[in-house]
């Protein structure tokens, strides 16, 4: 759901982005007020996982939909339940989108308002209230993440695809029935990451979610800090070699409605999208294009091993990023 460069004319773009940065603000009154100590070093963790899970693409069952598509956990749920506001996710993924759209040119400068709204706004309220929703209904945490985690991938696509029908870049009944179709498979794999990385943080450290420690349990920080950041960097090192080469949902459902894809192409010539971006920019009007140093989580020039490097230096970041701000926001706390 990582919305390009041109895909709003800029009048559109900038209401967007206005949404957008009061609900930013509203999460850094959320840090200063809320965010503890203890949670600083989990805020970081975070921020690093979901940018590293963010570039693991996996395909999707080919059965079900032909012609090759990929999807990506988004992790605004995941962020919302585990510190226990959808403000938490709003200030992660914002940081995550930012450094995404700067240095790697996934998602534009000028549709990041519109990408804060549906990834990190929209997923972490519904991925937050659902959950809680969910699990004081059934009282199971696992499968309300479960649950959450779809909700806050699904319900946002389809916001997705009605600011795209606004701008006028994709036919809204098309959109909504392809980004529906997309995403609520994608779903099932950010609810089952969801519920699984919740699973992971509660047997490391029951008491962030819960008011009670079992005796014997280490409440140690630093067990989250390890554990987290290898699972990142292991994520860095085996995303390039492993995830899909597939567009993903939204890519998949634009170059379907400008007639680049259609369910029997898996590869597809880098000029037929160029030519389908240009198309809708003229469409916009907006023609602005950031050129990201590190494009497609790349270095130049040095095929896999780049990505791998380029990806850890986004881990790294997002940790120091997360870390750092959060520090300097909660100072007076």
Known sequence: MHIPDGFFPLSLAVIFWIIALIFIVLSLRWARREL??????????????????????????????????????????????????????????????????IFFGDGGITSMGANIITMGVLGGFLGFYTYKSVNNLFHNRFSAAFIAGWVSLFIPAIVCAVMLAIAGTLPLTFGLVTMGVY???????EGGVTAFALALIVSARPDIVTSETPAGVVKAKDVIIVAGITIALGIAIFAPYYASTYPDGLDSTFLSAYGVKDVTTVHIDESKIESAEAAVRDTTGNSFVW???????SLPGLDKPGEVLAIIFGVVVLFILGFGISRVVTRKN
Not at 36 to 45: G, T
Not at 183 to 189: L, T
Not at 291 to 297: E, I, K, N, R, T
């Open 291 to 297: 050129q990201a140093p590190l494009p497609d989580y």
């Open 183 to 189: 995403h609520a498979i994608i779903g099932i794999i």
């Open 36 to 101: 503890s100590e203890d949670k600083i070093p989990l805020v970081a963790v975070l921020a690093a996982g979901i940018f590293a899970i963010q570039t693991l693409n996996m395909a999707l069952p080919i059965a079900i939909i032909p012609g090759g598509v990929s999807g990506h956990v988004v992790g605004a749920a995941l962020a919302a339940i585990v510190l226990g506001s959808p403000y938490a996710a709003i200030f992660i993924l914002t940081l995550v989108l930012v450094l995404q759209g």
